[in-house]
């Protein structure tokens, strides 16, 4: 038996353009919550059936989105969390990047804590479209796969692997490329 942690939603704004910051509570409690309470109660089930941790994370983790950064914290705490499961339990940390789930279609949590659908927010969210997103099936099949070798990392698509050796030689060159590219309509309002 195993278990694949995989909870998300997303919001769209500055840190400092918040109305009201109780107004992304939903964020945390589904991204963080939802991906704290499953292990806690199915490590003593897992240690017994030799089962597996599968947590679907995200590149910004450790690659921040502009107007994101909610999302962001989400994603990096859930992998630092899982890292602390008991050494009976094999955990595999999968950091997808741009590939098809709804979220990535412009489904966020809004400034008034509303869950909404904007497909005019994708641009916003992964890019202006000149990156292609993998889709939602074969970036299981791939991550399935290397769920059963007991690789302790998983990053898809595969690409986006290229963008952690960037942030890490040159983050004020990543940082300028979120700004200018990953933000379009930001960049427009202000």
Not at 116 to 144: A, H, R, W, Y
């Amino acid at each position: 038996d195993h278990l694949v942690n995989n909870a998300r939603i997303a919001s769209l704004c500055k840190f400092e353009e918040a109305p009201d910051i109780t107004t992304y509570r939903p964020i945390m409690d589904i991204n963080f919550w939802g991906t704290v309470y499953p292990p806690y109660y199915a490590i003593p089930h897992l240690r017994k059936s030799k089962g597996k941790i599968g947590g679907i994370s995200s590149t910004a983790g450790w690659l921040p989105i502009p107007r994101m950064s909610f999302y962001c914290v989400r994603s990096e705490s859930t992998s630092i969390d899982l890292f602390y499961v008991s050494p009976d339990v094999s955990v595999t940390i999968v950091t997808p990047a741009d590939i098809e789930p709804e979220m990535s279609k412009g489904r966020v949590l809004s400034k008034d804590g509303k869950i909404i659908m904007d497909p005019e927010l994708q641009n916003v969210q992964v890019g202006m479209g000149f990156i292609s997103e993998k889709s939602t099936e074969d970036c299981t099949k791939d991550i399935v796969k290397g769920f059963c070798r007991g690789n302790r990392y998983i990053t898809q698509p595969y690409w986006s692997e290229i963008i952690f050796w960037w942030k890490t030689f040159f983050p004020e060159a990543l940082e300028w490329s979120g700004r200018m590219f990953q933000a379009p309509k930001a960049r427009k309002s202000q």
